[in-house]
């Protein structure tokens, strides 16, 4: 029986997880047994063996040598549910059925068949509770004392529950040496184990860290408190994650997310801790990348249109609990796109970086200075002063550092730069919307460039107002073009006998609401957005018709008509094709029709109108240099045109009696368009002082209210007839 004794002792220890030793002192006869004064000799007894096998829940079956059952203890009654009876003289294949927890029986049967000893081999069984175990098999044979084949003795011990722990450990072991860096510390946070990742993560081998403590990663990066924080939330619940700063073993910093679980017994004392350790290093730099890239523009690195939306909503918030105010400052460069088209987008950018670099040194570090887009900044001034007047004085005091700043000269590579910004401001008090301020800003920063840029203009409501009101006015003359709200009017020009030789049409808008407009109204708008293309083209148009209607006249067919050119028509690619298709529409006398430009139409691009005026001009059209002393009249230019008359302007024939430099202008005037071969003539003549003047010094010709003012022309006409019948000369004709 000695193998009996062994298998049962490897079997025990197998289920009871005892060593050999501890085994050893329960099962062999340790010879005579002390209990009280009793002495009690244990001898070897198989009985004895089969009972605590039972006790220790090992099946047991005997086979016969065909495979039969001749025995089954009480475990393997209890565990497969069949009563012994139905079991003996069975196979015992019946009971030992694959399960999918390990290997086929197939092997099984083969063994048995060699009547081959079993050593640990397992299967699985389906219990009485209908689930499955995982059986490890042991197994001796017993002989005759022929030594022939008697008996097979199979045990067998339920693995289940330490396979599954085992499959459990090993992946727990697996899960382990993950990618993440693990540590596995005890209740004091002394290092037990690590993995491969956390050697790579920080440098130190296991052996270095093994035994240290879980410190041995800190950096001086978080107060205090944030430990206090961290220990108190493990302690109270068991988990903790966050962000921290590290230090690998060769001392560098890095970020890294960690958890950090208590693992409790079942006391519930917390008797390890298992952290893992994840390097968010570059995560975090792409982070504060994606940040940079969606807040601050590139260029200048200043915050970009959205941070400024952000702070801004924040300061209006913060100035209305503070009842502080702050200002909004708009900062335009003034003629950058010149800069770009001349030296090119490189130097380009090269100022706008050198610009954020000069207005963040003007302000305080709490202001903002960001970029919104091309050559366009915004400063935002923060809790000015509780005080309105103050606050814009102090703004007004950074506004002109600013444009002090700005003004001073930049180096741009090898060549020295000058530029100027205008500056809008608007104060804000915490009522404001962000995009709101913005607007105002950016309309006075317009009023700025209006009155002359490089300087400091703050928003005034009246600019909304004008603003909204050309809108209105803007839509208004679209609707006037479609539903011919214009009309012309007529002033006569008058030799110096008084007879009227020519006429300037002069446009008027009879709005369907208003009075009738005045071109210096609308006319300017009407540059700006591009209206005056078609309203011009009217006009041109109304006055060859009239031209043509008469022609057969004897009383007007010598008439000649002054047509008003604005420089945006002239300057248009087609306009001496414009002018010429209308002319043969009506098929006029080109010599009846006088274009009026004025000086700065002419000066803005000198070449292109000298071209398009000869080219006029050879179609016979008659030219008249309107508003003449008004612009940089320059002799140079006057001697290339083909101009047929000089045009004095009002302004100097007001002031002929009055200012004495004006009358010296008008006679310069005169004289250089005698001394040009030109014709001359005067607007705005209202006196006859002013009259007598003009003729005294040798202009005749005039235009203006002492005569006429401008007429519709049934009036015009009336006036004509009238005029030709006081002329003698002309009598005779009419
Ligand atoms: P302009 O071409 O210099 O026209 C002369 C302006 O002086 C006219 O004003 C005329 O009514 C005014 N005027 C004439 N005599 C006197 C006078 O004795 N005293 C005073 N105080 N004013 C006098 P209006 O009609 O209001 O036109 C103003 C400006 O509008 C014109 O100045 C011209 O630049 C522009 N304009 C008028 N009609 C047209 C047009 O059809 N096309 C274009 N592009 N501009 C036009
Ligand atoms: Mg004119
Ligand atoms: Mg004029």
Sequence with gaps: MPKLESLVKKLITASLDLNNTGLDAILTPQGPILIGDARF????????????????????????????????????????????????????????????????????QQEFLKNSELIDYQTGIVTAANSVKVIAWNSFNIFDNDQRLNRIVYFGVDITERQLAEQELAIAAIAFETQEAMVISDAHNVILRVNKAYTVLTGYSSHEVIGKKTRLLKVDSHSSDFYTDKHKTIKNQGFWSGELYSQRKNGDQYQEYRTVKAVNNNEGVCTHYVSTHKDITEHKAAEIEIKRLAFYDSLTNLPNRRMLNDRLTSAIDSNFHSHLKGTLLFIDLDDFKTLNDTLGHAYGDLLLQQVAQRL????????????????????????????????????????????????????????????????????????????????????????????????????????????????????????ALLENQFVLYYQPQVDDQDRIVSAEVLIRWQHPLHDMVSPLDFIPLAEETKLILPI?????????????KWENNPCFQHLQLAVNVSARQFHEDDFVEQVCIIMS??????????????????????????????????????????????????????????????????????NMSVKSSDAVIVQTIIGMAHNLGMDVIAEGVETEEQRDFLKLHGCPAIQGYLFSKPLPIEQFESLLYSNQSNSHDLKRVC
Excluded at 389 to 409: T, V
Aim: glycine share 6%; proline share 3%; hydrophobic share 40%.
């Design 41 to 108: 000799t244990v001898p070897f007894s198989e009985a004895r063996y089969r009972s605590l096998i039972n006790r220790l829940g090992v099946m047991v079956l005997e086979l016969s040598t065909s495979g039969l059952i001749i025995y089954s203890n009480d475990v393997t009654r209890q565990l497969t549910g069949i009563a012994t009876t139905e079991l003996l003289g069975h196979n015992c294949l019946d009971i030992i059925k694959p399960s999918p927890l390990c290997a086929s029986i197939d092997r099984l």
């Design 360 to 479: 963040k040194a003007c302000v305080r570090q709490s202001d903002t200075v960001a970029r919104l887009g091309g050559d366009e900044f915004i400063v935002l001034l923060e809790d000015l002063n509780e005080n309105s007047f103050e606050a814009k004085r102090l703004s007004e005091i950074i506004g002109h550092k600013i444009l002090k700043s700005l003004n001073c000269e930049y180096q741009l590579n090898n060549h020295v730069y000058h530029c100027t910004p205008s500056i809008g401001a608007t104060l804000f008090d915490g009522q404001e919307l962000p995009e709101e301020l913005i607007k105002q800003a950016d309309i006075a920063m317009y009023e700025a460039k209006k009155s002359g840029r490089n300087t400091l203009c703050f928003f005034d409501p009246q600019m909304q107002a004008n603003i909204s009101a050309r809108a209105a006015m803007e839509k208004d003359l679209r609707q």
């Design 536 to 548: 011009g083209l009217w006009v041109l148009e109304i006055a060859c018709a009239q031209l043509k």
């Design 585 to 654: 529409k009506y098929a006029i006398k080109p010599h009846l029709l006088k274009l009026e430009l004025t000086e700065s139409l002419v000066l803005d691009n000198i070449d292109e109108t000298i071209v398009k005026m000869h080219a006029l001009k050879k179609m016979g059209v008659l030219f008249s240099m309107d508003d003449f002393g008004t612009g940089y009249s320059s002799l140079s230019y006057l001697t290339q045109l083909p101009l047929d008359q000089l045009k004095i302007d009002q302004c100097f024939v007001h």
